[in-house]
């Protein structure tokens, strides 16, 4: 992947990437056999790495981060540096399985409750039946259960592990167990495992295409999401404001300073 296909956006490094770019670029870590890290770049996550050092360290150093959500796109747009597309888990999943059962890749599901993660391994057998699954696990384990949980993986054969997790706990989770799970691709797919079973709903193509795709999520789940969406999108519109009028200032400083050489040149 080309250094001129990362963008930097609200201080966080964005390849600008379509989906057919993203799953080529995905195959090429998975042929190469060391582990790498995929993170969905969201109106969320920008604000908490304003929020958690750590958490910004970690995405920072992730091999592949790509918008999902609306509001980036426009943000992107606004700066100059528009992004080519937008996908979410779901959109993740599907290009990576289809190419996974093409090429003979171990597929592995971690993440939401076991009820989900058996309807999620059901679906994607029946859809895709030459699917090479490597295995499945909910996202629930006690401490003392944790490196288990990694040498299970790491003995699986995966080679694309798909995790359904909250953030930041998936994000931290892989800075601990990355290298030891020795899995070539590691992609967070948020809440793709809850609607792959049923539990929840994706927002209509209109509502997505308006950015309100979270409201649509947050009247499923009011309980979970307010907090996230209500003071978190408050706290993003905030980041962007600020960062448009710093933009804006240092332009016109970079004019004001122009204007002072031509006069100091030509005086």
């Not at 999620?120 to 699917?131: F, L």
């Not at 070539?184 to 049923?198: E, K, Q, R, S």
């Not at 999520?217 to 209500?230: A, C, G, I, M, S």
Request: net charge positive.
């Amino acid at each position: 992947m080309s250094k001129s296909e990362r963008i930097i956006l609200l201080g966080c490094p964005i390849d600008n990437l379509s989906v057919e770019e993203m799953t080529e670029v995905a195959d090429g870590f998975i042929k190469s056999g060391r582990p790498h890290q995929y993170i969905a770049i969201n109106a969320d996550k920008i604000v908490k790495m304003r929020e958690d050092d750590s958490f910004r360290e970690i995405v920072l150093a992730s091999d592949l981060n790509i918008v999902d959500g609306q509001p980036l796109m426009w943000v992107s747009r606004l700066f100059g540096t528009p992004v080519k597309q937008r996908y979410g888990g779901l959109d993740i999943m599907e290009a990576l399985i289809s190419v996974s059962g093409k090429k003979g890749y171990g597929i592995y599901f971690l993440g939401a409750g076991q009820d989900v993660v058996e309807k999620v391994r059901e679906s994607y057998t029946k859809k895709y039946p030459d699917m090479k699954l490597a295995g499945w696990r909910n996202g629930y384990w006690t401490p003392e259960e944790e490196e288990s949980v990694v040498r299970d993986i790491a003995s699986s054969g995966t080679d694309v592990l798909f995790f359904a997790m909250s953030s930041p706990r998936k994000e931290k989770f892989l800075k601990k167990h990355l290298e030891n799970m020795r899995v070539p691709l590691v992609v967070g797919v948020g809440g793709a495992f809850d609607i792959i079973a049923g539990k929840t709903r994706r927002a209509p193509q209109w509502m997505q295409k308006m950015g309100i795709e979270w409201l649509y999520r947050l009247l499923q789940e009011p309980r979970r999401l307010w907090k996230r969406y209500l003071i978190g999108n408050t706290k993003f519109i905030w980041i962007v404001i600020k960062e448009f009028f710093t933009r804006k200032g240092t332009k016109s400083n970079e004019r004001d300073t122009g204007s002072y050489k031509e006069k100091v040149n030509t005086g």
